[in-house]
């Protein structure tokens, strides 16, 4: 039902309109509002906080059939995803009955802030500070690149508030859009995912109350690994989508592009790059499918599994997106087609959540500790 429904909105509603989304560098305000209005934001939160108490395959699958029409609204949706799961992890109850149900509404978006200038694949450098007040904590510092900025209402915010401590030192804080000192910077002009917006968000002296802390003072780190943990099959999903609506225009381009008087799909060269990339796309499905299905079991660690899936998947999307722009040829290169907007979308999905040459290290320590053969 979920994956129906996704496909319906991105078939009949995002199609239409991504190329001048993509152009304009627009937030899809208007194919929010269909997404909210056909539940979908209601997928990823339990039921007594208003939501239908889906899991991590249940979002997936809305990512991937999002994605394969235009990652960058997917990527908006995801991002409210991304700033309500250490809410749902480690909120009390009354921050949860507070915010959860305005978020399955879809008539609040929210996001996570950790990136800063100095902080991006090394997070334990962050320099932004949430100083204890009475009241609650003044944050000061500035996050860059973050998705949903400024069209967001509630925010995920990570702050040190023990500098000394470093990264255990971290602590997270729910922060809403119109909390004084809480300003936005630049909006950030992007190669790819143009739909989505990405800003800096600025806090000065910003004050906010001690019971907007989400989990205890110095859980800041911990929480953010499960989150990203968690977050990363669906980047995975976000590459599969994108690299399934790539093969998808590629076999239909070759099947109408004529040469030496035969379709193009006639020729055994490009029959076997189709097949690659057909092939390519179906493993990293599953395995995004496999690690969401693990997660939603309640297993406890699945750090490994989920950076794999991340990996392999927006690895294939840029693989096959390349090769479904070969199929094109020099029609593909041009505007007129979407390849060249799949692929300038796909290669974000190697960059966050954690680059992929950080997620293999992460891999192989995990391989490193590993005694003896996994069960
Ligand atoms: C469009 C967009 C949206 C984003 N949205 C968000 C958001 O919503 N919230 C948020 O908090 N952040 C967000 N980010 C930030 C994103 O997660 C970071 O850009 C990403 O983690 C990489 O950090 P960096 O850009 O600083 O690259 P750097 O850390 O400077 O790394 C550059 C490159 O160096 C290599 N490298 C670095 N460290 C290692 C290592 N230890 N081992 C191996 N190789 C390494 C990698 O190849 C890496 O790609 C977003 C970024 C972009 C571009």
Same mark, same amino acid.
């Given at each position: 039902m979920v994956k129906g429904l996704a496909r319906k909105i991105a078939e009949e509603r995002i199609l239409p309109v991504r190329a001048e989304l993509d152009e304009r560098e627009e937030f899809p305000w208007d194919i929010i509002k269909d997404l909210a209005d056909a539940d979908m934001f209601r997928i990823f939160i339990p039921e007594e906080y208003e939501g239908l108490g889906g899991g991590s395959l249940e979002l997936c699958l809305a990512m991937e059939e999002l994605s394969r029409i235009c990652s960058g609204v997917a990527v908006s949706y995801a991002a409210s995803a991304l700033g309500v799961f250490p809410l749902l992890e480690y909120g009390t109850d009354e921050q949860k009955r507070k915010y959860l149900p305005q978020l399955a509404g879809g008539k609040r978006l929210a996001a996570f802030a950790l990136t800063e200038t100095t902080a &991006?694949?090394? @997070?334990?450098?962050?320099?932004t500070t949430a100083q204890r007040e009475k009241g609650g904590y003044l944050i000061n510092g500035t996050k860059q690149f973050i998705t949903n900025g400024g069209d967001a209402e509630i925010y995920t915010v990570i702050a040190l508030t023990?500098?000394?401590?470093?990264?255990?030192g971290a602590s997270a804080f729910l922060v809403e859009?119109?909390?004084?000192?809480f300003s936005f910077g630049k909006k950030e002009k992007k190669? &790819?995912?143009? @739909?989505s917006s990405t800003r800096e968000l600025v806090f000065r002296n910003c004050l906010v109350p001690?019971?907007?802390?989400?989990?205890?003072?110095?859980?800041g780190f911990i929480l953010t690994m499960r989150l990203l943990d968690r977050s990363r099959p669906g980047v995975g999903a976000q590459a599969v989508g994108l690299a399934q609506g790539a093969l998808e225009a590629a076999v239909d381009y070759a099947r109408k592009r004529i040469q030496f008087g035969h379709p193009?799909?006639?020729i055994q060269a490009v029959q076997h790059m189709l097949a690659d990339m057909a092939t390519q796309v179906e493993a990293a499905r599953l395995l995004v499918y496999a690690v969401a299905r693990t997660i939603d079991s309640g297993a406890k660690n699945f750090t490994e599994e989920a950076a794999m899936a991340k990996v392999l998947a927006s690895d294939t999307a840029m693989k096959v997106t390349t090769d479904a722009m070969q199929i094109f040829g020099g029609a593909g290169y041009m505007r007129d087609y979407p390849i060249e907007k799949m692929m300038r979308d796909a290669k974000i999905t190697q960059i966050y959540e954690g680059a992929n040459q950080v997620l293999r290290t992460a891999i192989a320590l995990e391989l490193r500790k590993r005694k003896g053969m996994r069960e």
């Open positions: &991006g694949s090394d @997070a334990s450098a962050i320099k023990a500098k000394e401590k470093g990264p255990r859009k119109d909390t004084p000192g190669m &790819g995912i143009r @739909a001690e019971e907007n802390m989400i989990g205890r003072e110095g859980m193009i799909i006639s």
